[in-house]
């Protein structure tokens, strides 16, 4: 089976703490602060790799963890930073946020990298905060933790040509015709449920990679009859070959049939309708469909297409459509997804409250990850470093905010796993 979606956990590795420790020397009677530096915790980073060409592996492990830093040493020792996790993709990934529906990262070139959860600081030792009155810090920083995220994602084929149009119009014969692909061929609907993808070589630096796109059907860009799997796989390509049954076998108008695939295009993606679009009459070996072929390319030229007599079942016309679209091909710029810059701003987008505060039987709850970080980073054991937070959770506005929601001297905060009593 064809694997072109995967959903994954990815948590990048969590920043050592630093770690509170002074100075011992023999005949030193009071030595000062040398608490280390934690380490860096190390990024998750998706690789693209030229061997790998489904998304296969990602259905049998789903949690993917970086490594964390280590924690700070004495004698202003530094921990170890963590690994970084690589992980190897095929070509033409995209990465999304299944929380938001966000494209994070479009990686399609051999050995293009990209991070996608960045690891957290490390926590400063206490050799940071000593100060003139203030020789014997009693506390350090912790580390922050890693960015987290589920992630999906979506492989789509990159194919310069993509094969369109109605189940069991020719689009596989066609394929097995002009490339070394032998797909399966047969007189039913939904005959390919996989994209297939064949490379036709015409001459010396004339080749191209052309995909058949499972047949579409009315209402496609609503999932219908699998719709939404295959018309994914059109948004890459480079140029699309609408295949017609020019001869009616079943029934249908070609006209009418050409306007419903377009339809359904236009629907799901209005970029695809954009796309250069070729059109190859099928079929037109078959008894009566010469009238049907003359209506049809009056019509469809008159809107600008250019239109192709075939019959791939004779390979008659065949040639001169695929060096018409050799030809076709060396105009079109290659499609992009996501620019760079629009990755740029769905970073520097993601801005997030530094807290929430929520009520919660009668308790004011503060929460947040700026919040899991100061109290992280707080020994309520000593005075001093009680005192930063108390200056931290004031100019951050939390005292504000639980001012604006009504807290009384005497009720309940609490952040994380401390409870405290407000005292104006």
Known sequence: MFIDSAK???????????????????????????????????????VVDEGIRT??????????????????????????????????????????????????????KPGQAHIIAKGGKGGAGNQHFATSTRQVPNFAKSGEPGEELTIVLELKLLADVGLIGFPNVGKSTILSMVSAARPKIADYHFTTLEPNLGVVSLDEQKSFVIADIPGLIEGAHQGIGLGHQFLKHVERTKLLVHIVDIASIEGRNPIEDFDVINKELSQYNPVLAKKPQIVAA?????????????????????????????????NKGMKELMYYISEALREIPDTILVEETDQEVVYKAEEEKPFEIRRENGIFVVEGKWVKKIVGSTNFGNYESLQYFQRAIKSKGVVDALEEMGVQEGDTVKMIDFEFEYVR
């Open 282 to 314: 099928n079929k037109t070996d078959i008894p009566g469909s010469d009238e049907n072929l003359e209506v049809f390319r009056k019509e469809i030229e008159s809107r600008g297409f250019k239109v192709f007599s075939i019959s791939a079942a004779t």
């Open 55 to 108: 998304l296969a592996d990602f259905r049998y492990k789903r949690k993917y963890k970086a490594e964390p830093g280590q924690h700070g040493g004495a004698s202003n020792c530094t921990g170890r930073s963590g690994e970084d996790l690589i992980i190897k993709i095929p070509s033409g990934t995209v990465v999304r946020d299944e929380a938001t529906g966000r494209i994070i990262a479009d990686l399609t």
């Open 8 to 46: 994954i956990f990815i948590k990048a590795g969590d920043g050592g703490n630093g770690i509170v420790s002074f100075h011992r020397e023999k005949y030193v009677a009071a030595g000062g602060p040398d608490g280390g530096d934690g380490g860096r915790g190390g990024d998750v980073v998706f």
